[in-house]
């Protein structure tokens, strides 16, 4: 009976400390929400988008962070000519505790493009607060989750709280292009190491209580059709490669998903997606068919389906319709990321991920909605590693 009353006592302080927590934490939403707009005011476009990098993000963090508590800030750039720079960087902000274990969040820096300015009622890059919610582009991924680690380091400085394992953040660039220049980068410099507890936060949900502990396999397709140009009253000396991408589209679409139809619950989607994407420019005038089309595709794919058999369907097609209609493609595959290794239901991090989840959230769940570079590339070492999905 002692040992469960002094239990109840631990709980009853554990509740007691987390209320205040919750308090301070709320009592700063306006600094956490001032953070996260200035933040998303800085375009952090990789060079593979057309963009020229984090460098400029990275250097707001870096007069920022002194004021989050951290007793260690770090820089750990990757060469890169492709930017202004000549470097992509990567910060590592390490607040200590009493042991040499390391409780490792990693968030990224890098946003994806913009896309249409026409399609947005608002400046991507000038966010907007309305109804309790803020617009930007990177508001969500991963702008809130960079925002949320800082102020977790922030809480354990201003509110003396002991902590057993250091926390150290890492804010890495080049997460949506494959993380050559960010979280692998890191990794080859020895910065997290096998015991150390990692969780990528890098979605978010309705309630906050998903724990993802799997990837999607992920396959990037370019697809490039050759044709002959002509003008388009020139009936039988041309073959327009507009037309037969497009009929390539089409054809290769209802393949894959005929052909790779599994669904798993553990995922959401359910599925395996094949979405093309991107189109490049062609001719510039309305009267000249098209020598050249080229145009993406971004697959995700469940396991265990083999990436080499999604790439047998791009390749068949290719070939069929190129013997019927005398064009030629040229298929290239720019990224291509098997299924890491699942992270065990009953891994540390997964375990005290959640219990801290179920004590805030009342309950947890597992899954994996899509792919995420960091958490993929760690994973893929062979070690365990947690995504926590934010409540929206």
């Not at 619950?265 to 020598?291: A, Y």
């Not at 991090?349 to 960091?374: M, N, P, S, Y």
Request: with cysteine; net charge negative.
């Amino acid at each position: 009976m002692r040992n469960i009353l002094y239990q109840l006592d631990d709980k009853y302080l554990e509740m007691k400390i987390m209320d205040k927590v919750s308090e301070f934490i709320e009592d700063r939403s306006d600094e956490m929400k001032e953070t996260l707009m200035e933040l998303l005011r800085y375009p952090a476009i990789g060079p593979d988008n057309d963009g020229d990098g984090e460098m400029a993000k990275a250097e707001y963090l870096m007069n920022i962070l002194p004021k989050f508590g951290f007793d260690k800030i770090d820089r750990y750039d990757a060469p890169d000519d492709r930017v202004t720079s000549g470097r992509r960087p990567n910060i590592v902000a390490v607040k200590h505790g009493v042991t040499d274990k390391n409780v490792v969040i990693i968030a990224h820096m890098d946003i994806v493009p913009s896309g249409d300015l026409d399609e947005w009622d608002t400046d991507p890059f000038e966010p907007v607060y309305k109804d309790g919610k803020i617009y930007g582009r990177g508001a969500e991924d991963n702008g809130q989750e960079i925002v949320a680690s800082l102020f977790a380091a922030k809480t354990l400085d201003e509110m003396d709280i002991d902590h057993k394992n250091n926390l150290k953040v890492m804010l890495v660039s080049d997460e949506e292009t494959g993380s050559e220049y960010g979280i692998d980068h890191l990794l080859e410099e020895g910065l997290i190491h096998q015991d150390d507890l990692v969780i990528v936060p890098d979605h978010s949900e309705k309630n906050g209580r998903q724990i993802e502990i799997v990837e999607k396999s992920a396959l990037w397709v370019k697809v490039t059709t050759h044709g002959i140009q002509g003008h388009a009253a020139g009936l039988g000396r041309t073959i327009n490669a507009n037309r037969v991408a497009s009929r390539y589209l089409l054809d290769v679409d209802k393949r894959l998903h005929e052909s790779f139809d599994e669904e798993d619950e553990l995922f959401s989607p359910p599925v395996s997606t094949f979405e093309p994407t991107k189109r490049e420019l062609n001719v510039p005038n309305v009267n000249t068919v098209p020598g050249t089309d080229v145009q993406y595709y971004d697959c995700r794919i469940l396991p265990p389906i083999d990436l080499t058999d999604v790439k047998e369907v791009f390749e068949k097609t290719a070939d069929e319709i190129s013997k019927e209609t005398g064009a030629k493609f040229e298929i290239e595959y720019s990224k291509e990321k098997e299924t890491p290794k699942k992270t065990p239901e009953d891994a540390e991090v997964v375990i005290q991920l959640k219990k801290a989840v179920e004590d805030h959230r009342r309950g947890t769940w597992f899954g994996r909605h899509r792919w995420g570079d960091c958490s993929r590339t760690y994973q893929g070492k062979g070690h365990p590693c947690s995504g926590m999905v934010f409540q929206r």
